[in-house]
């Protein structure tokens, strides 16, 4: 019984660091930075990143609805060629 109780605390603790190293989500500290570009943003941000929910799309057609993050758009406004709110939309 003791052997028991020890194999599923192992189980739990081996779980708990593992969602810890590896989240499923992308952790604040990937998520608020500068990309290198708009390929590298798009892979975390499929849509691009729009700096607020009002945001209206100047350009061509998009695949994807950007996300609303203005701490991300104000890292990356350099992405945001036709300067529509929309950093790297796709």
Known sequence: MM????SVASVFLSLSLTLTAYPATASPLILEKKFTNCAA??????GGVAKSAKWVNKGGKIKNKPTVNAKVYNENVGKDRDKDGIACEN
Request: charged content about 30%.
């Open 3 to 6: 052997r028991k109780m020890i």
């Open 41 to 46: 943003l798009n892979k975390v941000y499929p």
